[in-house]
């Protein structure tokens, strides 16, 4: 049985992933993976600034395409 990470689990994943610049960026990528009621799972200043924090110290630019 693969049990699916809840949504805070998942939001934290996605922080730490690199692939997230912003709070926003995590909020649509949840609801893109079928996620519900994100805007009331990833609620407060402190989560929020919490997760902005490891956004911005994980995040890895795509390559540049010319």
Do not use: F
């Amino acid at each position: 049985m693969n049990l699916r990470p809840t949504t805070l689990e998942r939001a934290y994943e996605l922080a730490r992933g690199g692939g997230c610049r912003t709070v926003t960026e995590i909020k649509q990528r949840l609801q893109i993976e079928g996620y519900e009621r994100v805007r009331d799972s990833l609620y407060g200043q402190y989560l929020t600034a919490d997760l902005r924090r490891l956004c911005q110290a994980h995040y890895v630019a795509p390559p540049a395409t010319d």
